[in-house]
T-cell receptor, first 118, second 109 residues
Framework: GAVVSQHPSRVICKSGTSVKIECRSLDFQATTMFWYRQFPKQSLMLMATSNEGSKATYEQGVEKDKFLINHASLTLSTLTVTSAHPEDSSFYIC??????????????FGQGTRLTVV | RKEVEQDPGPFNVPEGATVAFNCTYS??????FFWYRQDCRKEPKLLMS???SGNEDGRFTAQLNRASQYISLLIRDSKLSDSATYLC??????????FGGGTRLMVKP
């Protein structure tokens, strides 16, 4: 089946630095990818929808200048957390929609990235 | 009222029990519904889509009740390995697919 690979799985960074997270669709072309954030014991909160070749659509309350999304190819989307602060520590998960699966099915998630800002 | 809402649980059930969770949604025009399973510190995995006519996959049955605006997930003959958080997904008022808060299930021996 289709696979989405997310890297890195875990990262610890110093406050004020930037962290880049990659999300790759390995055997299908994903025109749309989604970025979520999940705090402990809470549900996934959609941060933004990433469309290949165009600007990402951010959810209300998500700072687009802080969470930079680039979807330069049909198989890769990146999320950069700029000037990270301890409150940005969270579990970040991407997902990709396979256009061949059809409809709204969002079946393929990356393994997630656990970010800790110290 | 949250737009896609679930009882957070935890639901503690013995092995072999039948357990059901509901997920209410506020967008009456919503057509797409899904159930996911998420293990601790892992990504969600799609369990099943929910069709108007319901959907069954082995021990798992999903139903849609449009009149009362909720979907349900029934698990028969619970296994220890069913212990996880179950997330539903439906559309919010802005027509965006949104995850519920999740229901935690713990199956005890």
């Amino acid at each position: 089946g289709a696979v989405v690979s997310q890297h890195p799985s875990r990262v610890i960074c110093k406050s004020g630095t930037s962290v880049k997270i990659e999300c790759r669709s390995l055997d299908f072309q994903a025109t749309t990818m989604f970025w979520y954030r999940q705090f402990p014991k809470q549900s996934l909160m959609l941060m933004a929808t990433s469309n290949e070749g165009s600007k990402a659509t951010y959810e209300q309350g998500v700072e687009k200048d802080k969470f930079l999304i680039n979807h330069a190819s049909l198989t890769l989307s990146t999320l950069t957390v700029t000037s990270a602060h301890p409150e940005d520590s969270s579990f970040y998960i991407c997902s990709a929609r396979d256009p061949l699966v059809g409809g709204d099915t969002e079946a393929f998630f990356g393994q997630g990235t656990r970010l800790t800002v110290v | 009222r949250k737009e896609v809402e679930q009882d957070p649980g935890p639901f503690n059930v013995p092995e072999g029990a039948t357990v059901a969770f509901n997920c209410t949604y506020s967008n009456s025009a919503s057509q797409s519904f899904f159930w996911y399973r998420q293990d601790c510190r892992k990504e969600p995995k799609l369990l099943m889509s929910v069709y108007s006519s319901g959907n069954e996959d082995g021990r798992f049955t999903a139903q849609l009740n449009r009149a009362s605006q909720y979907i349900s997930l029934l698990i028969r003959d619970s296994k220890l390995s069913d212990s996880a958080t179950y997330l539903c997904k439906g559309r919010n008022a802005g027509n965006m697919l949104t995850f519920g808060g999740g229901t935690r299930l713990m199956v005890k021996p």
